[in-house]
């Protein structure tokens, strides 16, 4: 390459470098004027704090939920909460909203954090600048976090497990073993995801003799899905429970809510009810009428009412006092056809 070539290289690519400043300066400088907004009450009076909530797909019912009880949280304690990814021009991955809120100088983050090495660097790069994270629903524990507001994912897993058998004895199944596949987000391999399959696989293993003979033996497989979108959730659900019929599981374990709603439609619009048993999570309408119609055997709901009070509750109460709880858990609920109806009254006497 000739000198001169070489030259123009060097220009072109400081060029597209000062490009990609300019662009991530104005989006910081947006996003500051953005919250400004927000930074004063509907009666003119300035909030005290300003807090981010951070989230795989924000818009799910699930997340909207629990944002809900955030915002009436934080405008209780005269605090505001954005969920920033629902105002700004373009999708952002969790790891890019993490860096805008820590160079906009936020006073905490609420974010669904993971296990990976970027979001401890990530973390830990807001702790340093003053600004409090609390991880939400997944943790980061090897962080300077401030809290984690969740359930113990060992602990969900056991209550899969006796799902799983109670399953095992109810429908009394005529095959030489009971297929169980646990769907898993082949994008993450964290802590949080392995203690889950831990649970599952040591309830299973640990039926009582006398009972474990009154049915087949049962077989725990994971099945890796695309959580990338709704859409690759979808077709990587479809490819499993579109095969041969006489090869699809007895019982899928669904560990999130687009994963329900997915193996919910799939068998509804293929005509494989009472072919495959779905365990689901979460009780969104979609959800809670699967159970009710007999197509979804039984769900795991989380209190997103108390995720969201939490959350906020743990930033103020470090502000307060200078110290929180690390860890507050949330509780749980296990949905059944008998106690369905219950959850839909309500879920209609909220909206």
């Known amino acids: 390459m000739t000198p001169e070539k070489k030259r123009y290289n060097s220009i072109f690519i400081g060029l597209i470098t000062m490009v990609i400043v300019a662009l991530t300066v104005v989006l910081v400088i947006n996003f500051i004027r953005y919250t400004r907004r927000f930074a004063i ?5 300035p909030y005290d704090r300003y807090y981010v909530m951070i989230t795989e797909n924000p818009k799910s019912s699930f997340w909207q939920s629990v944002y809900r009880s955030a915002l009436e949280t934080a405008g209780e304690n005269n605090d505001c909460v954005e969920m920033i990814s629902e105002n700004l021009s373009r999708d952002y991955s969790v790891y ?29 790069r807001a ?5 409090q994270v609390v991880t939400l629903y997944n943790d980061n524990s090897a962080s300077d976090r401030l809290s984690f507001v969740g359930i113990s994912n060992y602990n969900l897993g056991k209550q899969y497990g006796e799902l799983i058998l109670k399953l095992a004895h109810e429908k009394k199944f005529s095959i030489d073993t ?9 994008n993450s391999a964290d802590a949080a995801q392995n203690l889950m399959f831990t649970g599952i696989q040591e309830t299973v293993d640990a039926e009582a003799d006398e009972t474990k003979n009154t049915h087949p033996p ?25 095969k041969d019929r006489e090869s699809l599981p007895e019982i899928v374990v669904c560990l999130n809510e687009m994963d329900t709603i997915a193996a919910y439609q ?17 009780d969104s309408e979609v959800i809670l009428n699967g159970i009710d119609r007999d197509v979804i055997y039984a769900t795991i709901s989380t209190d997103t ?47």
């Open 41 to 45: 009450s509907n009666d003119d009076i």
């Open 96 to 124: 890019e909203l993490m860096e805008i809120a820590t160079i906009s100088g936020v006073d905490g983050i609420i974010v669904s954090a993971d296990e990976s090495p970027e979001m401890t660097e990530l973390i830990d």
């Open 127 to 131: 702790a340093s600048n003053g600004i």
């Open 178 to 186: 009971i297929e169980v596949v646990i769907f898993a987000d082949v």
């Open 218 to 242: 049962i077989d725990v497989t994971i099945y890796g899905v695309d959580t990338t979108n709704e859409f690759s959730v979808e077709e990587s659900i479809k490819t499993l429970l579109l």
């Open 266 to 282: 799939t068998v509804v619009d293929y005509n494989e009810v009472g072919l495959v048993n779905i365990l689901g999570y979460y």
């Open 305 to 351: 009412e108390q995720m969201g009070r939490y959350s906020v509750n743990a930033l103020d109460e470090y502000f307060q006092y200078g110290y929180t709880s690390q860890y507050l858990s949330t509780d749980i609920s296990v949905i059944t056809k008998d106690n369905v109806a219950q959850f839909m009254e309500e879920d209609e006497d909220e909206n």
